[in-house]
């Protein structure tokens, strides 16, 4: 069964500072790659994702990730966080285990990032 | 304005009572999930369905039932069967069931058993 770690519980930067958040999965073939984020009050929404093409994936708030296949990793990276960008994040995991795909996410465990101003 | 609905926001119930969560979307997707949400544990899928009439069984299904006899709604039902019940339970719905799709959360029910 595929897996997902994130190793940082609880990340706490001031302002400005650069942000990378840790994603490792355990399935060895093609994956679909996310990063979910759940702001304080708000409903969990997608971040980012990759499933194809260049590694290097884009997306909102100026977020990045990059899908690194030999370390079996997916990291979040942000050069310069905001106070608003305080949050929980989560990495998930979409294996594609049967010609038909595996539907299935698989989340980690989510990362609490506290902003300090 | 295009979404996903879960009530109630807050809900509380006796121990060896049934309750049913609901959950409706009218962004027209086939599929649709149930997660539950525990601190430290991240999401874990107790159901998804695929179309009408048609659900399986996720990672933590014992204790949990659902139905979907309507394209916008899958309401979830915690039994008393459930040995752990208190948690977050999120709703969510994605265009198909298809590995590269986002999938779409509700705003969640926290259940309280007392």
């Known amino acids: 069964a595929q897996s997902v770690s994130q190793h940082n519980h609880h990340v706490i930067l001031s302002e400005a500072a650069s942000l990378e958040l840790g994603c490792n999965y355990s399935?060895?073939?093609?994956?679909?790659l996310f990063w979910y984020v759940q702001y304080p009050g708000q409903h969990l929404q997608l971040l980012l994702k990759?499933?194809?093409?260049?590694?290097l994936v884009k997306g909102i708030k100026g977020f990045e990730a990059e899908f690194i296949k030999s370390k079996f990793s997916f990291n979040l990276r942000k050069p310069s966080v905001q106070w608003s960008d305080t949050a929980e994040y989560f990495c998930a995991v979409n294996a594609l285990i049967s010609n038909f795909g595996n539907e299935k996410l698989t989340f980690g465990t989510g990362t609490r990032l506290t902003i300090i101003p | 304005d295009g979404g996903i609905t879960q009530s109630p926001k807050y809900l509380f119930r006796k121990e060896g009572q049934n309750v049913t969560l609901s959950c409706e979307q009218n962004?027209?997707?086939?599929?649709m999930y149930w997660y539950r949400q525990d601190p430290g544990q991240g999401l874990r899928l107790i159901y998804y369905?695929?179309?009408?009439?048609?659900?399986q069984k996720g990672d933590i299904a014992e204790g949990y039932s659902v139905s979907r006899e309507k394209k916008e709604s899958f309401p979830l039902t915690v039994t008393s069967a459930q040995k752990n019940p208190t948690a977050f339970y999120l709703c969510?719905?994605?265009?198909?069931?298809?590995?590269?799709?986002?999938?779409?959360f509700g705003p969640g029910t926290r259940l309280t058993v007392l």
């Open positions: 990759y499933f194809s093409g260049d590694p």
């Open positions: 369905s695929q179309i009408v009439n048609d659900f």
């Open positions: 399935y060895g073939g093609t994956v679909n």
């Open positions: 969510a719905s994605g265009e198909e069931l298809r590995g590269t799709d986002t999938q779409y």
């Open positions: 962004l027209n997707h086939d599929a």
